[in-house]
């Protein structure tokens, strides 16, 4: 009977695993069982299932279920560790000529913010930019920029300034703000969190009710998961008149209804966080 045939195979395989070889009595009995255990081999029976891993069908990727459908803006992020005694010099340098890339209409890109390490890594610089037209406008502005007589020289000056320099890719997440020009003066923290493998659609599904609860005073600024780079990161940039406003808000959420349980259910999906408190450069649009 095909059951028992199916029973005699998974046996035979069971002894083949415990004494951690193959023998030649092994795979003489599996080979004259197999046209007849064939039969028996269908979808959905219960020996198959002990070999064959279903897997749903998904039909987009992660990035197109989680980012917005209305745009195609692509962002980068720069992280620039300066050598402390450059520091004034590679700020002024930025000042200089970041600012006429972003104005200038033939490059489709936007500095949506340019800042300094407060608290967290010291002499260290983060830029923002975005890319409307996803990766075409990306690949226009490098190509464009190599042509830049300007930015080379400041690249090459740079270069001189830093001890190290990493970026990423990121897209948007669908649920939160776009990134906009805001008056300050401003203190600014990017929360960076680590996300173990598989987890972003989930982590998606809950901030985006979360994010509700921290619009009430408008801090909220942009959120972001990368795309290129070091992968499973999402990047939450926030906006506090100073430190204490920034304790008093994050607090006064605890008082609303949902954020115990977002942050119950979120935070087994951190493999690893951290957090920077940020000064605007004078020329960042988000001051």
């Excluded at 930025?94 to 936007?110: F, G, K, Q, R, T």
């Excluded at 320099?165 to 300050?184: A, I, T």
């Excluded at 969190?193 to 801090?219: D, F, K, S, V």
Aim: a positive charge; aromatic letters at 14%; proline letters at 5%.
């Amino acid at each position: 009977a095909p059951h028992l045939t199916s029973f005699l195979l998974v046996l035979v395989f069971n002894c083949c695993i415990v004494y951690q070889k193959k023998c030649r009595l092994c795979l003489t009995f599996v080979f004259c069982f197999s046209h007849r255990s064939l039969s028996a081999f269908r979808e959905d029976s219960w020996f198959k299932s002990l070999f064959v891993r279903k897997v749903d069908p998904r039909k987009d990727a992660h990035s197109h279920l989680l980012a917005k459908k209305e745009d195609n803006n692509l962002y980068k992020i720069q992280f620039h560790n300066v050598k402390p005694e450059c520091l004034d010099a590679y700020n002024k340098l930025c000042e200089d000529v970041l600012p006429s890339i972003h104005a200038d209409s033939e490059y489709p890109c936007e500095l949506v913010g340019t800042w300094n390490t407060w608290y967290g890594e010291q002499d260290q610089a983060v830029h923002l930019w975005r890319y409307r037209g996803g990766y075409p406008a990306l690949t226009e502005v490098m190509n464009k920029l190599r042509q830049n007589k300007a930015f080379m020289d400041y690249r090459n000056e740079r270069g001189k300034m830093l001890l190290s320099r990493r970026n990423q890719l990121l897209r948007e997440f669908s649920f939160w703000n776009e990134p906009v020009p805001r008056p300050g003066p401003n203190i600014y923290e990017l929360r960076s969190y680590q996300l173990r493998p598989g987890t972003m659609i989930e982590w998606g599904n809950y901030w985006a009710r979360a994010i509700e609860i921290r619009q009430q005073n408008h801090e909220a600024v942009g959120g972001f998961f990368s795309q290129i780079g070091n992968l499973y990161t999402v990047h939450h940039l926030w906006a506090y008149k100073d430190l204490q406003s920034r304790e008093d808000t994050r607090n006064a959420a605890w008082q609303r209804e949902g954020w115990d349980e977002v942050v119950y259910y979120t935070v087994p999906l951190i493999q690893h966080m951290e957090s920077r408190i940020m000064i605007p450069m004078k020329t960042s649009p988000l001051k």
